[in-house]
């Protein structure tokens, strides 16, 4: 039972051109993230939201934008992707903030062409 | 900068043997430490544990151990099986807000 589905699986998208990718939870968890990982290295947060509250971590590009339109969905949009931004893109939610380990979706991987 | 290490990329174990996966941290703010078990095209999954006011913590085959001196942990896994195989990530986080950092992982195989 998939309880953090991101979809797609797999996206491909052109330089330039916006695209969105989608993350899902079953778990009424309150917190939703949105990691960044590029081959070989850690998991980066882009950003999280606690309910509707939205908390951008600071080095995170302006291309990249959030969306929670309720407590099961957020979406992560790359406005323009560029070569840069081909990676693994995580999803994870929490119950809540502080010392709670994470769920994670199975990631959506986007090449950019 | 990195503040969570994970400085071996790989390694090799027999099954039945143990496997010994190591994790180094800067920050000695940090005060909650996880690991997570990573399978191809999967999320990560939460595998164990430990806080700053533990040395140990075990659960089954799996044991994390936290040297604060040292701002070092580790994950013991015995005995080792083939399914143990996956990409293991350490992480870490503080007192001051929610973010995780984590390590660049360690690909775990264990070979039947």
């Known amino acids: 039972d998939a309880m953090v589905i991101q979809n797609p699986r797999y996206q491909v998208t052109q330089f330039g051109k916006p695209v969105t990718l989608s993350c899902s939870q079953t778990l009424n968890h309150n917190v939703m993230y949105w990691y960044q990982q590029k081959s070989s290295q850690a998991p980066k947060l882009l950003f999280h939201y606690y309910d509707k509250d939205f908390n951008n971590e600071a080095d995170t590009p302006d291309n990249f934008q959030s969306r929670r339109p309720n407590t099961s969905f957020c979406f992560l949009d790359i406005r323009s992707p560029g070569l840069g931004d081909a990676a693994m893109y995580l999803c994870?939610?929490?119950?809540?903030?502080?010392?709670?380990?994470?769920?994670f979706g199975s990631g959506t991987r986007l090449t950019v062409v | 900068d990195q503040q969570v290490k994970q400085n071996s990329p790989s390694l090799s174990v027999q099954e039945g043997r143990i496997s010994i996966l190591n994790c180094d941290y800067t920050n000695s703010m940090f005060d909650y430490f996880l690991w997570y078990k990573k399978y191809p095209a999967e999320g990560p999954t939460f595998l164990i544990s430990?806080?700053?006011?533990?040395d140990k913590n075990e659960d089954g085959r799996f044991t994390v151990f936290l040297n604060k001196s040292a701002k070092h942990l580790s994950l013991h896994i015995v005995p080792s099986q083939p399914g143990d195989s996956a990409v293991y990530f350490c992480a870490a986080q503080g007192t001051a807000g929610n973010q995780f950092y984590f390590g660049t992982g360690t690909s775990l195989t264990v070979i039947p």
């Open positions: 430990i806080s700053s006011i533990k």
């Open positions: 994870a939610t929490s119950r809540d903030l502080g010392p709670d380990g994470y769920t």
